[in-house]
């Protein structure tokens, strides 16, 4: 649901999230346009499932950081400040936010396709986060119980009886489709 038509920077956005009607309601800044997330119980339970499994994962190898719904800003960007559904981070060395957006993008980021995103929306999303820095995307299609794994060089797709992978990033991580899905 697009907010306003105005050009925003993040500065702007920043005072924008942060006015008291705003504090507990989810934005994204693209583009220049303030965007608000509505996420569905579906859209929820697809985030958790992925999000357990990335951090059974992590603390099983000792290795990365996953999060949700973190607020990420490149900050040769004014006017981007994104916020993937999920997002995994191998490099633990950085403090953990606890304030403001994250500097630097996720090593991979998901994307859950909501009701008002159509296909061409979260491929621009994908694009943008892989320019700015992501190794990996996952857009992650509901309606047609598939995931599409977007990489700088290549487009993989998974069906629900796929198992997908981690691979490079997340060395021997797997998921059964099935199971991101699973209610």
């Known amino acids: 649901?697009?907010?306003?038509?105005?050009?925003?920077?993040?500065?702007?956005?920043?005072?924008?999230?942060?006015?008291?009607q705003n504090i507990d309601r989810l934005f994204e800044l693209i583009n220049g346009e303030i965007?608000?997330?509505?996420?569905?119980?579906?859209?929820?339970?697809?985030?958790v499932n992925i999000s357990t499994d990335f951090k059974i994962y992590s603390r099983q190898n000792n290795f990365g950081r996953v999060g949700a719904e973190v607020l990420h800003r490149i900050t040769t960007d004014n006017?981007?400040?994104?916020?993937?559904?999920?997002?995994?981070?191998?490099?633990?060395?950085?403090?953990?936010?606890k304030k403001g957006a994250m500097s630097h993008m996720p090593d991979i980021a998901v994307e859950i396709q909501s009701p008002s995103d159509n296909i061409k929306k979260l491929r621009e999303k994908a694009d943008y986060l892989l320019a700015k820095g992501t190794r990996m995307v996952w857009l992650v299609y509901p309606a047609k119980q598939l995931i599409e794994v977007v990489t700088p060089d290549d487009v993989e797709f998974y069906t629900?009886?796929?198992?997908?992978?981690?691979?490079?990033?997340?060395?021997?991580?797997t998921m059964k489709v099935r199971d991101v899905f699973e209610g």
């Open 1 to 20: 649901m697009l907010v306003a038509k105005k050009l925003y920077t993040f500065e702007e956005f920043e005072a924008f999230i942060s006015q008291s």
């Open 35 to 47: 965007v608000e997330k509505v996420p569905t119980q579906e859209h929820g339970i697809i985030m």
């Open 79 to 97: 006017y981007n400040g994104r916020q993937p559904d999920v997002s995994f981070y191998v490099d633990t060395s950085e403090p953990i936010g």
């Open 160 to 173: 629900i009886d796929d198992t997908i992978s981690g691979e490079p990033v997340l060395p021997g991580f």
